[in-house]
């Protein structure tokens, strides 16, 4: 039976999620404690990611699989999150969510501990808390699957995918303060109808980020999704990849590493943090965590 991608990678974001994330506790507990996960696993409610720290304690090596890199531009650091295990819990209601969240820290408790709980939501037909349309392009089908999805030359791991985690958090006084036009500027498409503007800066987020602008193309799969918390949000940008190729070449674009003009959604919103995961493959409906030796 061949490998499948954990279905919820592919499919359109949930109304409801939730984001956890762990680090190990007690290391000799790790492959029990992965074997029940896999247990509560669909890959579609339930999507799972494996991060570097995690296959350099069980001593395997995930080709592709690394720690998010340290990003440094002018004023601005990124913080590296060094998770163990990252799971993506998506639904449409939020009892469900947490029950199921409880279920899987409890499963993973021997060896793992809970580092983040983050509830994120679909903000009306998909947008950003900007009030921006998010996704518009993100490939479909074939394009999804050749961008986000590891091919058959890579036998041992295909059908798994490698993921990239950012949580952006928003300066929302800020963004109001900025004229319409502005506004529209920082992002390179008109909020009221998503129309792309020609005229827009080169620091616009879409001019910075056009997939097929850069060489080779850099195409990702996008599954953000907004969070809040009391008064404050912004957005949990998720992106699966192949390989982590195409967003180290869309962040080198946006922090001015490519020609020094840095991406207008930083006088907005800022990441807080960021990891990186490797989403094992699905074998006969279980998660296949034969790569990881288990
Ligand atoms: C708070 C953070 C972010 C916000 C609010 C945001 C918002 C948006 C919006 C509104 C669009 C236009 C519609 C669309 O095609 O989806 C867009 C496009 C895009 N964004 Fe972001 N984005 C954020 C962070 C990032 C990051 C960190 C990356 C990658 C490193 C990224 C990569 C892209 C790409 C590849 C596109 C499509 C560009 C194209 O091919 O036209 N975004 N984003």
């Given at each position: 039976m061949t490998t499948t991608p954990q279905p919820g990678i592919l499919l359109p974001v949930p109304k409801q999620a939730r984001y956890l994330s762990f680090s190990i506790a007690n290391a000799a507990r790790i492959a029990d404690s992965l074997r029940e996960l896999g247990k509560l696993t669909d890959g579609e409610q339930t999507v799972v990611g494996i991060g570097q720290s995690l296959t350099a304690a069980l001593n395997v090596d995930i080709p592709g699989l690394k720690p998010f890199p340290p990003i440094t531009a002018p004023g601005l650091t990124i913080d590296n999150a060094p998770d163990a295990v990252w799971i993506w819990l998506r639904g449409d209601d939020r009892g469900d969510i947490l029950h199921r969240s409880r279920r899987i820290t409890r499963a993973l408790a021997p060896a793992f501990a809970l580092d983040d709980c983050r509830d994120a939501f679909k903000h009306r037909e998909g947008r950003d808390l900007s009030g921006f349309e998010d996704g518009t392009e993100n490939p479909v089908g074939e394009e999804a699957l050749s961008a986000a999805i590891v091919g058959t030359d890579r036998p041992g791991i295909a059908g798994s995918s490698f993921v990239a985690i950012q949580r952006w958090r928003h300066n929302f006084e800020h963004f109001e303060a900025l004229s319409e036009r502005a506004q529209d500027h920082a992002i390179g498409r008109r909020q009221s109808d998503n129309v792309e503007l020609e005229e827009a800066p080169e620091s616009a987020h879409v001019k910075r980020t056009a997939q097929e602008s850069f060489d080779p193309e850099a195409f990702v799969l996008r599954r953000?999704?907004?969070?809040?918390?009391c008064n404050?949000?912004?957005?949990m940008f998720v992106a699966f990849g192949k390989s982590f190729d195409a967003f180290e070449a869309q962040l080198k674009r946006m922090t001015g590493g490519e020609d020094g003009v840095v991406d207008a959604l930083f006088g907005f919103t800022q990441p807080v943090s960021g990891a990186y995961f490797w989403c094992p493959?699905?074998?006969?409906?279980?998660?296949?965590?034969s790569p990881l030796g288990l």
């Open positions: 953000s999704m907004p969070w809040s918390e404050d949000g912004g957005l493959a699905m074998k006969n409906g279980k998660l296949d965590l």
